[in-house]
């Protein structure tokens, strides 16, 4: 595996799969996030966008998480081994999303500029999370199966099997887990 794209619903986990399985395999992480937002929640030109994505996996090996289906699987799965779809209960993920609002902490796979607050865009955000499941993953899953039918998907669903596939993969020489 030397190409791995994460997907999942906001609050999901998959910043925090991304970092570690990087940390894991010794790989570059890629979070779309940090590409697409400019400073002060503004979406950049799609062509510039892509570029950005396109110049991100320049090299032969990383982890890329985030969805941008539509946007961007045509650059990233015709090169992808694995596909990790995380199976998070959408409570999970709502919880997870107002907790770390809260929390208002500078999250690495957030672009520079981009604060979370609890204001009217944030309430039409959670709703994007509550109906991610119904609402948006059908169309993800519809762009990646006329893209990449034969990328081989691993579902992951709760801490656990996130931790078991992790300890199933080798450690990357050099790399100390502690």
Not at 24 to 36: A, I, Q, S
Not at 115 to 127: P, S, V
Not at 130 to 158: K, S
Request: hydrophobic share 45%; net charge positive; proline share 6%.
């Amino acid at each position: 595996m030397q190409r791995i794209v994460i997907l999942g619903n906001a609050g999901s986990g998959k910043s925090t799969l991304a970092r570690a399985l990087g940390k894991r395999l010794n790989l570059p992480v890629v979070h779309l996030d940090t590409l697409f937002w400019e400073p002060g929640w503004v979406e950049p030109d799609a062509e510039q966008f892509r570029a950005r994505v396109r110049k991100a996996l320049t090299p032969e090996a990383w982890i890329c998480e985030g969805n941008y289906a539509r946007r961007t699987f045509d650059l990233r799965l015709p090169r992808t081994d694995l596909i990790i779809w995380l199976d998070t209960s959408r409570l999970t993920c709502f919880t997870r999303v107002i907790r770390r609002s809260v929390m208002n902490r500078p999250r690495p796979d957030l672009a520079a500029g981009c604060t979370e607050k609890l204001d009217r865009a944030f309430l039409t955000f959670l709703n994007f999370v509550w109906n991610f499941d119904r609402g948006y993953r059908p169309g993800i899953e519809a762009v990646r199966l006329a893209i990449g039918p034969h990328i081989p998907v691993v579902h992951l669903r709760g801490s656990r099997q996130i931790r078991a596939f992790l300890d199933s993969l080798p450690v990357a020489s050099g790399v100390c887990l502690e």
